[in-house]
């Protein structure tokens, strides 16, 4: 497997390369949840994969500046539309920005993060980057669930949050059964 994906800033990156029923998507600065869910024909929710103290990839110990080997709190949702996957979402919280008021960020189970992160006045986001993720790709594999068999790559977007300027990376990968949908 390879060992990091190259995140490129949006002002870098060719939106022509980007397909076309994602193309606003990614480039998007407001929360990916709330359009998501105005676009759902159904039950929207979040399904909490999982969230607990690891090691998080080495291109995100890189983006938050972490020690190598640290830990961090890392968050994985799939946002789903009718109970079918569209986004798998992953959050990385250092240590560090889970004290004071943003303690409760270790438990906050089933609730959107994104509404958090957006109805925040002490929050300020970096500028969004845009990857390709390949089979080869870490990232590509714990997206699993929501992708064909037969994916040769899938696209996802990040950007540090700040909060109070504390530092964590919100990491949202788009599945197939979402471009699926978007093309029919």
Request: charged fraction near 25%; glycine fraction near 6%; charge should be positive.
């Amino acid at each position: 497997m390879n060992r990091g994906l190259r995140w490129l800033p949006v002002t870098r990156i060719n939106p022509l390369r980007i397909p076309p029923s994602l193309r606003d998507y990614l480039l998007d600065p407001g929360s990916l949840t709330t359009r998501l869910a105005s676009f759902c024909k159904g039950d929207f929710n979040l399904r909490l994969k999982g969230q607990t103290w690891q090691r998080p990839l080495p291109e995100e110990t890189n983006a938050l500046q972490l020690r190598r080997g640290s830990y961090a709190l890392v968050r994985e949702i799939y946002l789903q539309c009718n109970d079918i996957p569209w986004v798998y979402g992953r959050s990385i919280i250092p240590a560090r920005t889970c004290t004071s008021r943003e303690r409760r960020l270790a438990f906050w189970g089933q609730r959107s993060l994104g509404n958090y992160l957006f109805s925040g006045r002490n929050t300020r986001r970096s500028e969004i980057e845009i990857a390709m993720i390949r089979p080869q790709d870490r990232l590509f594999h714990l997206a699993g669930r929501g992708m064909a068999a037969d994916s040769h790559h899938l696209w996802g977007r990040r950007s540090i949050f700040y909060i109070r300027n504390k530092p964590l990376l919100v990491v949202e990968v788009f599945l197939d059964n979402l471009i699926r949908c978007m093309n029919t």
